[in-house]
């Protein structure tokens, strides 16, 4: 079953339990996915519901600090319940030991020697890593491995 087969089953779920909280935020998806295959005349795969998914949760992160800085333990909550929903459908991402040795390999692959091949080492990080580490770890790994003195 593919991930975007498995979000409509678990909003036809939803709908049943009549647990609105979840199916607010599963409509959520359905529509920024949608969204994305109407801008691009594309069908979506399971990697770029991975990435739509890591977007919304970036999104709730940013607010829920937003939300803590201007005392509204209210909202942030509401938003931290919607990242653990969203979070169900992510893969398991890769520990920071492992995103360190894999970084390291892709640097040498790629035979990156210094900071101005961060870009380019970004870039295959981004297609190789989408889904399965956070990018902010990744990018601080990239600039570990580029600069070592550092």
Not at 113 to 123: C, I, S, T
Request: aromatic share 2%; proline share 2%; glycine share 4%.
């Amino acid at each position: 079953m593919t991930l975007k087969e498995t979000i409509t089953e678990d909003m036809k779920t939803a709908m049943k339990a009549k647990d609105s909280a979840r199916l607010g935020t599963i409509r959520l998806l359905q529509a920024a996915m949608k969204q994305k295959e109407v801008d691009e005349r594309i069908t979506l795969d399971d990697i770029q519901i991975v990435a739509i998914i890591d977007k919304l949760i970036k999104q709730r992160k940013d607010s829920i600090s937003a939300y803590e800085q201007a005392k509204r333990e209210d909202l942030a909550q509401i938003e931290r319940d919607e990242m653990a929903v969203l979070e169900v459908y992510l893969p398991k991402r890769m520990s920071q030991e492992e995103v360190n040795a894999a970084v390291k390999a892709l640097v040498t692959q790629l035979g990156a020697n210094g900071p101005a091949d961060m870009g380019r080492v970004m870039a295959a990080a981004k297609t190789e890593f989408t889904g399965k580490a956070e990018m902010s770890h990744v990018s601080l790994a990239v600039k570990a491995a580029l600069n070592p003195s550092v």
